[in-house]
């Protein structure tokens, strides 16, 4: 051979140390099997041995049957090069399988969705919306996935993703979130995690997706000294001498990359000391033979992995001498085989050859490798070569054609859906126009034109202040007398950018662009900016005007999808301020007339939005059944559901909300946490509302530990955003609410004040201000009973100050439909029943009999008629027990036990323990007792239990009383005469069966039953 010292090996046949690691993927990988879904991220820094790792248990799983697909991400995704390691994944799986069964096992059995990705699937689909194609090609994906996993597990491996590019990481995110429909497959990543820098695109990412259950997180740490000199022992072949292996480990601090680099060949470690894993590596290289090692420098300006026949026409050599020029580097293990070509072992090889390039030469080499592209564009994988060639003009540092490589490279991520690449690509085109004297010329389109573009990629990539930047520049070059439409359509993506961003001056955007363009310039345009100006509140009758004249438009041009836009709109206004409408009434009319219209075009955007808008009106009506099942069908039918995978959260808050009004907790909780890990970015607003959903749920079932995390998250999400009625009130009341059973009245009614100052409540949809105001009127009651019982004045005053800041807004607020009828009606009731409290105090129970309190009865009874009807378990459960209250303080004993009696199921049923435990607890004091079937499955609220309140014996009362006042083990075994040993089991078992994980929460819990009033004792 040409290099007898290449003789020694340069890696380890077997995989050294990682047991812990293998194991945890091999768990992963069971668990897969047993049909759960699974993702492991693994991170570690550069050369430790995550792709070893990850090989050495891709080949144990494909000996378990699995069916293993690989692809990485490549340095050249942050040039715009999108869905790097799915093209990959798919060229192989075309490569093996043919594109016929490829395409079989899509919906529709056509690969025109994943041809954007591979060109050799055929014919893309072109054209389209952009955010839709991009839906569709994220399932198409999903369902390839699904329908492989089917017959055999799959490992998906997704390798060196700090590289991804943005398409890359919105598609993993969408597999992993949606990986509980695909059973059967393992998702592995990996990643340097040494190379995220804090504002690491990849970082925020890992954040959202280690919060899903079935996410997890390896870091992969250097060798141990031990591993260190086994690792030696397996590349040499023999033990190496102590003093070997005690240098080795020092200098090489446990790197396996190091190591191999260290004993890179006659088994000695290299006597000079490198500087750096760099010069290390480029050792390996300089013992090679001259005309090999230049073919490596060639190689490392091609990239990851180079074809041989473009090596060759680069590197100039004839086909005989590039491979005899080759085979050293390969024997060596610098280069490996690949495909039909090579590449380098390590990245950090090419990279480290790539660095040491002459400056001269480096342009060279890139500038021959467009040039042997644009030459023969099969040289590279087919659809690669305009982003090939943009990537070598760029970096070889000529700005025409650069520019020119962008442009075109723009245009071919255009096709692929890849709108960030596309930005970023076209981004770089106006980077170098003016070093480029006649680049309008080259690339047959002005600065405008590019420049418009660039909008319309920021428009679909999401990048907003980007869009308003270039959308200024783009208006700064037209004349709107001479170009009125383009320069209205710029006016309209600037406004909706700066809405989205939360900025006020969008409305002006608008009303200058409706200027430029009459109706006998442009209808559609004129279209264009009429529905975008009638989505500006809150001018409701400017908006009807803007909205009408666009559907008249519309209809004259025959534009459904606009007509059907327009109804959609119109249907809002036309639904009272109360933002809620009956079934069959007018505005649910123009809805289903918008639904047929978009029905006949498949605009599959406007039927989504129909769901939306018909279960939210239905919904704001108390008409639960009917909201819950719109939103349900709309996310039913197969196509619709392309597009609401990426955009249908706002239809999983609407079915979440309705199922939650009608008691089915459990089918809401799901449907929230299911939303929450399919959509990772339905964007702040939605996401808030799931996660209050959620704690809604938890709360209601006295989990305050989830609750509070719950609610924590959708006070985060919404913290930077604007005000809105719909997303920020439903969070106050669960914070009201929240505060009420964790901290007690006092905490309520803080929190109660604080929305009060925030928020311009009486100003509000009624709709979203009635809840927060009961939820502000629970505190007040609950603090007055407290200051009645305590005899605290303060805490009076406190109550009655929120009490008449909630009346001025109560007497505000309009009241439309049953729904807020039932809610202006337990207002009223509330608001009669804090009267009676504070002119009872500080006898707070009020127990004299009188008109005044008959009447009270009346009006609790009647809010609970109007819950009854609406079929709100909950909200009835709660009327009945305040009705119970007061029947008690009337002395009506037997008023007090028939709706007690009707209460208890109610919360039973809904699992809701801490409303249980309080009409328990009611019953108790009044020594009412309920039949077993209404408390029977009331566990800790259970009254008649034997062994006492909460099943806790009368010796752990005792201690959760010492508890609930904040005393330590050691006092509490002061005060009862025991050990502080003892003292602790006892509180272990109090926890345990009041299921709390802490003192405080123990407290909370007792606080909220009312468990130590000393009404509770008499
Ligand atoms: N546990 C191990 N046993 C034997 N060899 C190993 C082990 N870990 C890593 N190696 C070897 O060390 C070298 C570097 O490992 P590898 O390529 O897996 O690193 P990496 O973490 O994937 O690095 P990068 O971030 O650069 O992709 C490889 O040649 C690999 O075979
Ligand atoms: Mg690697």
Known sequence: MLIPEMSGRASSPVLVGRVEQMAALEAAFVSVRQGGPSAVLLGGEAGVGKSRLVSDFSRTAASAGARVLTGGCLELGTDGLPFAP????????????????????????????LARLLPELGEPDTGGDPAEARARLFEEVLRALEHLSRHSPVVLV???AHWADRSSRD??????????SLSGLLIVVTFRSDELHRTHPLRPL??????IAWVERIELPRLTRQDTRELAVRILGREPAEELAEALYHRSEGNPLFIEALLCCDGELSPELPESLRDLLLESVRRLPEDTQEVLRVASAGGEATGHALLAEVSGLDDAALTRAVRPAVIANVLHPRGDGYAFRHELIREAVHEDLLPGEHGRLHSRFAEAIDADPTLVPPGRAAIEMAHHWHSAHDSAWALIGAWRAAAQAGRAVAAAERLSLLARVLELWDQVPDAAERIDADHVRVTEEAVSAAHDAGEYERGVALATSALRE???????????HLLVRRSEFKKKLGRKDYVEELEEALVYVPADVSAASRI???????????KITVERSYVEEAMALARQAGDEASEAEALLTLAFFSADPGQQAASGSGPLELVAQARDLAGHRGGQSVLLRAAVAESHLLEGAGEHELAAEAARRGTEGAEVQVVSRTSGSVLAVNRAESLLALGRWDEAEATATAAMDRFLAPGPMNRALLHVMAGSVQLGRGDLTAAGRSMMTARDALRSVRYEDQHQLPLA????????AKGGPAAALAATSQTLDRFELG???????????IAGASAVLAGLRLAGLSHDERLRDDSAGIADRLHTVAEKLETFGPLQRALALTYAAADADTARLIAAFPDGSGSSASDETAGLLAAWDEAAVAWDGLGEPYSLGETLLHAAEVALACGDRDGAASRLERAAPLAAALGAQPLAGQIALLARRARIRLSASAGSEVAPGDAGADDGELGLTERELEVLRLVAEGRSNREIAGELFISPKTASVHVSNILSKLGVSNRGEAAARARSLRLFDPTSTA
Request: proline share 8%; net charge negative; with cysteine.
């Open 158 to 160: 997704i390798e060196d």
């Open 528 to 538: 264009e900016v009429l529905l975008a100006l009638a989505h500006c509140p809150p």
């Open 763 to 773: 100003g509000s949809s009624p709709r979203y201000s009635w809840p927060v105001v």
């Open 478 to 488: 037209l004349d709107p007398a001479a170009d009125p439409v383009r320069v209205a």
């Open 171 to 180: 598609l993993l995110t969408f597999l992993i979130g949606n990986q509980r």
């Open 86 to 113: 799915f093209t990959a994944v798919l060229r192989d799986l075309v490569h093996e399988m043919g594109a016929d069964a490829v395409a079989s096992m899509l919906p529709g059995r056509t690969t025109r969705g």
């Open 733 to 740: 009341r669960l914070e009201i609410l929240y505060a009420l």
């Open 206 to 211: 890992l954040a959202s997706l280690d919060r």
